[in-house]
Structure formats: C-alpha cells, structure tokens
C-alpha cells in the first residue's frame, strides 16, 4: 500500500486505504496539509516523542504524560543500514507521504519555536523525570508478578 499516511489525512472516504482505487495526486497532498493546518491543534512526530508529549499537554490540556517503553524493536536496523536499493523503492512509493512528513516536521518545529528558549529545559526535565518514573514502574509491574508467585510457592510448601 503506498501513500497510506496522505491518504488517512485527507479525511474522504475514496482515498482511504481501504477504498485505494483513487490515485494520490498533488493535490490530494495539498488537501492533507490543509486538513493538519486547520484541523489538527499540533502536530507530533514519533522521532521527536518526548517533544510531542509537551506540545500535546500543552495543546490540548493532557495531565500527565510519563510513560514507559513497552514493545520496543530491538534488532531494528539504523535508517543508514538499510540498503540503498530497499531505500529508493521506499521513497519511490512513498513520496508524497515523504512530502507530508516535511510539512508536519515544519509545523512541528515552529510549535517548539514557539513554546520558547524555555522549552529545552522543560524537555531535560521531563526526560530525567520520566526515567524516574519509568524505573519504578517496572520494579512495580514486576513485584505485581513476582509476589503472587511467592505466595503460591509458599502455599504450595506448606501444603506438602
């Protein structure tokens, strides 16, 4: 499937993935930057996570925004590791979307501008804080786990 990510920003139900026949031309690409300029109170990207957290709390009044790695690739290969044959068929297919990613970036970079000579203290913070948070929610998910094992294997010595 090619140009997914425009297709779901145009909002129109012949250019969904699911409905796919339609062709995603440039100006269905303006379209979808319409609808995240006047549509979408900011925009976040995945590479710059923590960043689009403070927007969103931000933007849209979100209370807490800590959160812990779950799922995480681990094999994933580095972007400068995929071969560059593997490379162009991506971008082949994925222009406009490419496009559309760049228009979000732009957007996404002038709402941090926006927010500050500020805001890059605020990231550090919530960085160091989170992994405060993180740390200890792992030991409390694991003691979750771990202490009804004890108990089991405690009840299970006594009863033999």
Do not use: C
């Not at 959160?67 to 995480?72: G, I, K, S």
């Not at 162009?88 to 709402?111: C, H, P, S, V, W």
């Amino acid at each position: 499937m090619e140009k997914v990510v425009t297709r779901f920003f145009v909002g129109e139900e012949k250019y969904t993935p699911q409905a796919s026949g339609e062709p995603v031309t440039g100006e269905i690409l303006e379209i979808a930057k319409r609808n995240l300029r006047e549509h979408f109170a900011v925009v976040g990207l995945l590479d710059r996570f923590d960043e689009s957290l403070l927007l969103f709390k931000k933007f849209l009044g979100w209370g807490s925004i800590y959160y812990v790695r779950l799922n995480e690739t681990k094999d994933r290969p580095a972007h400068w590791q995929v071969p560059d044959e593997v490379r162009g068929l991506i971008e082949k297919y994925n222009t406009i979307d490419m496009d559309l990613y760049e228009y979000a970036r732009q957007r996404f970079e002038e709402a941090v501008k926006d927010q500050g000579a500020g805001f890059g203290s605020e990231l550090r913070s919530f960085q160091r804080k989170n992994k405060v948070y993180e740390t200890a929610r792992k030991a409390y998910m694991l003691t979750r786990v771990a202490i009804p094992r004890m108990k089991a294997a405690v009840t299970k010595k006594r009863a033999s």
